[in-house]
C-alpha cells in the first residue's frame, strides 16, 4: 500500500539529521505548552491577588511574577529563534534531495536515460516552484507537517486546564477547535489548487517577457519589431493568473470570516459558562481564559496541509525520479577492454529508426571520419562511441577516458581559463595554457580586457564577446585539453562549423599533432578536412555502407565520390 501524503513527507524529515530535528521538536513543545503554562500561572497569580485584597497579606506572589515573566520571555526568545531555525532545517532538507537526485541522475549510466522524457519532466516539476511567488518546497512542508503533528501536545494541556472546571468542557471545546481549525486548512488547500493551476499561464508570461530581455533572442526580437506583440502576449498570460489568483483569495478571506466568527461564538459560550459557575474561583476563571486563548492559538494556525498542497507535485516527482533513476552501481566494464566498436547496434527516437544493424571498430590511434548526409545518424553514433546513449540493439564496447566536442557545443560564464579547463578540472595551469596554444587561442584570449581571467559573457563588467570562430577554438582548447589529460578517444562532432576551410584544415592538423595515443573521430561535411582522415567511412540507411581511405573509396566511385564530385563541383562554381 503507497504511503500517505503525510506520511512520505514527514519521512523526508530524516534527512535533516537528528540534532536539527532534535532541536527544533524541543523547542516547538515548549512553544505550544507555553500559551496554556502562562493561563495556569497568569489563574494562579490573578487567584492570590484576590485573596490579598480580602485578607492581609498575599504570599508567594513575587514567586508567581517571576515565573510568569520567566515563561514570557523565554516565550518570545524561543519565539524569534523558532521561524530561523525551522527555515534552516528545510533547507537542509532540500539540500538534501538536491544531493540524492543530483547523484541519482548522474548515476544513470548513459545519456538517453537523462533524456527521457519522464525523468526530466519530472526534473522539471523539481526545478519549477508551484507558486510564482513563493520557492517553499519539500524542506517546508515537512517542517510544516511536522510541527502539524505537535500541536496535539499543546491542544492536550488546554484541554485538562478546561476539564478541570466541567470535565466536557475540555474536550468539547478541543472538538470545535480542530474541526474549525482543519476547514480553515482546507481552504487554504483549494486556494493553493487554484494558484497552482495557473502555473502554465504564469510560465508563459514570463516566458514571453523573458524573450524581450533575453541576449540570445534580442537580434531577432528588434529586427522584427516583436517587443510590442512580446509584451501582449505576456501581460495577457500574466493577468489571466492574477485574475484567478486575486478572485480565489476574495473568495478564502470571505469563508475565513465564518471560521473565526464559529471559534468567537464557541469561546463567548465558554467564557459565559466559566463566569456564571458560582463555585469557580477568581484565579481558575482566569486560567479558563487563557485556555482557551490558547486553543485558538493552537488550532488557527497551519496545521501543514497548506504546505501540503505546494510540496506534493515535488514530492511525486521524487518518488517517481527514484524509481525512474535508482541509485545503481556503474555498470561492468564489457568483454573486450581497450576496444572500441560497434556490433549490429539499433538505435531510434521513438518509431523513427536511425542506426540499424550498424557495425565498426575503431583501431588504436587512428583518425577516423564519418560522413553521411544530414539526419543519417552521425550524432547519434557519436553519442554511443561516447556511451552516453546506450543501444536499443546489439552491442556497444567503448572507452570511459573519451571526450566529445559538438557543434552545439557549451559556452560557459567562466573565465577564459575555466572554459577551457573544465574539460579536465584536474589540469594544471602549464597544462590548460598549453592546451589554447595548440590550437592556436593563446592570442585571442590574450587580446581579452583581463586576459585569462576575462569572463566569456557580455553581461559582465569587462566580460568578453566572442565571435562563433573564436569560440570553436576554445572548444577545440578543450580538445586538446583532454587529449593531454589521457583522454584515448575524441569525438569531433562537426565543432568546427564557423571556421573558414583554411582554419578548419589548420585546427584539424592541430588536433592530430597533440592527440597523443587517441583515437579520433571526425564528423564533418567538408571533404578537404575528411580526405586527412586514416580512414573514412560514410554512413547511409542506418549502417555502414562504405569503408577505407580518400583514394581507396574514390576508385570504388560509390556515395562518397558522389559527394565528393558534387562538393568539389560548387566550389569551382564559387570560385
Request: with cysteine; hydrophobic share 50%; aromatic share 6%.
Amino acid at each position: 500500500m503507497p504511503l500517505s501524503p503525510k506520511r512520505r513527507l514527514l519521512g523526508f524529515l530524516m534527512l535533516a539529521g537528528w540534532p536539527w530535528l532534535t532541536a527544533l521538536s524541543l523547542l516547538e513543545l515548549f512553544l505550544l505548552v507555553e500559551p496554556t503554562a502562562v493561563a495556569l500561572v497568569t489563574g494562579e497569580l490573578v487567584g492570590r491577588l484576590a485573596q490579598g485584597v480580602a485578607a492581609p497579606v498575599a504570599t508567594g506572589i513575587g514567586t508567581v511574577l517571576a515565573l510568569l515573566g520567566g515563561l514570557l520571555v523565554t516565550g518570545n526568545v524561543l519565539r524569534a529563534i523558532s521561524r530561523p531555525l525551522a527555515e534552516r532545517v528545510g533547507r537542509r532538507i532540500d539540500a538534501a534531495v538536491r544531493e540524492e537526485l543530483t547523484s541519482r541522475v548522474l548515476a544513470l549510466p548513459t545519456l538517453d536515460r537523462v533524456e527521457d522524457v519522464a525523468v526530466q519532466d519530472e526534473l522539471t516539476t523539481m526545478r519549477s516552484p508551484l507558486l510564482t511567488w513563493t520557492d517553499e518546497g519539500i524542506g517546508a512542508a515537512a517542517v510544516g507537517r511536522f510541527r502539524a503533528g505537535l500541536t496535539m501536545a499543546g491542544l492536550v494541556t488546554a484541554m485538562l486546564v478546561l476539564s478541570q472546571v466541567v470535565w466536557w468542557w475540555g474536550p468539547v471545546t478541543a472538538a470545535v477547535a480542530l474541526l474549525l481549525g482543519r476547514y480553515r486548512a482546507s481552504m487554504w488547500r483549494e486556494f493553493f489548487k487554484v494558484v497552482s493551476g495557473t502555473m502554465p499561464a504564469a510560465m508563459r508570461g514570463r516566458a514571453w517577457a523573458a524573450m524581450m530581455s533575453d541576449n540570445r533572442d534580442a537580434k531577432e526580437v528588434r529586427i522584427f519589431g516583436l517587443t510590442d506583440w512580446l509584451q501582449k502576449h505576456a501581460d495577457e498570460n500574466i493577468a489571466d493568473a492574477m485574475r484567478r489568483v486575486i478572485d480565489s483569495r476574495v473568495a478564502l478571506l470571505r469563508r475565513e470570516m465564518s471560521v473565526f466568527l464559529g471559534w468567537a461564538a464557541t469561546a463567548s459560550a465558554v467564557y459565559v459558562a466559566v463566569a456564571t459557575s458560582g463555585e469557580v474561583s477568581v484565579g481558575r476563571i482566569a486560567a479558563t481564559i487563557g485556555a482557551v486563548s490558547a486553543m485558538f492559538v493552537i488550532t488557527m494556525t497551519s496545521q501543514g496541509e497548506d504546505m501540503d498542497e505546494i510540496a506534493m507535485p515535488a514530492v511525486d516527482a521524487v518518488t517517481r525520479i527514484r524509481a525512474l533513476a535508482p541509485d545503481l552501481e556503474p555498470p561492468p566494464r564489457p568483454d573486450g577492454a581497450g576496444e572500441i566498436a560497434l556490433r549490429d547496434v539499433d538505435f531510434g527516437y521513438g518509431e523513427v529508426r536511425v542506426l540499424n544493424g550498424l557495425t565498426l571498430t575503431l583501431r588504436p590511434g587512428e583518425v577516423i571520419a564519418v560522413v553521411g548526409v544530414n539526419g543519417a545518424g552521425k550524432t547519434t553514433l557519436a553519442k554511443l562511441l561516447t556511451g552516453q546513449y546506450r543501444p536499443q540493439g546489439g552491442t556497444v564496447v567503448t572507452d570511459p577516458a573519451a571526450y566529445a566536442v559538438y557543434q552545439d557545443f557549451n559556452r560557459y560564464e567562466l573565465s577564459a581559463y575555466e572554459n577551457i579547463r573544465i574539460a579536465a578540472p584536474e589540469a594544471t595551469r602549464e597544462q590548460v595554457e598549453a592546451a589554447a596554444t595548440a590550437v592556436g587561442a593563446t592570442r585571442l584570449i590574450e587580446r581579452l580586457a583581463k586576459g585569462w581571467e576575462t569572463v566569456l559573457s557580455p553581461k559582465y563588467a569587462d566580460g568578453g564577446d566572442l565571435s562563433g570562430g573564436q569560440w570553436q577554438k576554445i572548444a577545440l582548447a578543450r580538445v586538446a585539453l583532454a587529449a593531454a589529460c589521457g583522454a584515448r578517444l575524441l569525438v569531433l562532432d562537426e565543432p568546427t562549423a564557423n571556421l573558414d576551410i583554411e582554419a578548419e584544415l589548420e585546427a584539424f592538423d592541430r588536433i592530430r599533432e597533440v592527440r597523443g595515443q587517441a583515437t579520433v573521430v571526425l564528423i564533418s561535411h567538408r571533404f578537404s578536412t575528411v580526405r586527412k582522415a586514416d580512414r573514412i567511412v560514410v554512413l547511409s540507411g542506418g549502417r555502414i555502407t562504405e569503408d577505407g581511405t580518400h583514394d581507396e573509396l574514390l576508385a570504388a566511385d560509390g556515395e562518397y565520390a558522389r559527394m565528393f564530385r558534387l562538393q568539389a563541383q560548387q566550389f569551382e562554381k564559387g570560385a
